[in-house]
Every structure is written in C-alpha cells, then in structure tokens.
C-alpha cells in the first residue's frame, strides 16, 4: 500500500509543478511532512540538503531519498523516481510540440508571462520553508549561510568549492 501511495503522491507532483525542481520542493515538503507525516521537517531538510549536493535534478533526488527513507529499500526510491519523473517527461515532450507551434503566438507569450512570477513565487515559497527557526536552529547554521551566499553571489567563488567549505564548516561545529 506504501508504494501505491508513494507512486500517486509523487505523480501528482510531478504532474502539478512548473518552474523546475527547487518549485517541486514545497509541494514535496506538504505533501510527505505535512500531509502524510513521513518524515520529519528536521528530515526532509537534511533530504534536501543531499539533493543538492548529489548529481542530478533536486526534485528527483528529493523523490529518490524520500522513496528509500519511507520504505527503507530502493523498490520504494524506484517507484517515487519513476513516478515524479513521468508526468515530467509527457508534459515536457507536450510543451517542445506547443512551443515549436506557437511559439511565435501572441496567447502563448502572454502564458508564459503569466507562469514566470508562479514559478518565482514557487520557489520562494521552496525556500521559506527551509529558512525556519526549526532548521536553522542557532547562530553557527546563520553564519555558515550567510557566508555561503556571499561566496557565491559577491565573490562569485565555485559553487563546489563553497559546499566543500561549508560541509567541513558544519563537520567541525556540529
């Protein structure tokens, strides 16, 4: 029953969500911390962070881990994978067809208007709910972002080097 469950909730997302895998993550954290209580909010920001430093699509992996912490076996991954990654794939081979059609067309442009400030204010929303006093529980995570966004926005140093930096940072703190 998990795994139906787990293959209906990760295919609605998938099928829901426009804006790319940081937008998925809000709708991913309400539907396995808050609706079904699967995990923890403590839990899926720890699934979050390692999505991000793991190869690959940050709602993908998110899905992937989310799949295996629920069901403690890669059956439960593959099946949460399969199922966000399928609406993905129909919707996106959809919209090359639209766009190669449309693309020039008045109605269309005024779509994608429309979608852009949804797709922000989805991934806003991603991020409120990862900056919570429940995440970032003291000074020492406050200092370690701070000092990530700075490197990567004012320094513009190597995004790799800043997560290296940071993870070694939070090893010798915590």
Known sequence: MIYLELFYTFFIIGIFTFGGGYAMLSLIQNE???KHA????HQFTDIVAISQMTPGPIGINSATYVGYTVTGNIFGSAVATIAITLPSFIIILTICRIFAKFREG???NSIMKILRPVV???IAAAAGILVTKENFIDLYSIIIFVAAFVAGQWLKASPILTIIVAGIAG???Y
């Open 106 to 108: 008045k109605g269309f």
């Open 38 to 41: 699967w995990l923890t909010a």
């Open 120 to 122: 922000i204010g989805m």
């Open 32 to 34: 396995v911390v808050v």
């Open 171 to 173: 090893l010798l703190i």
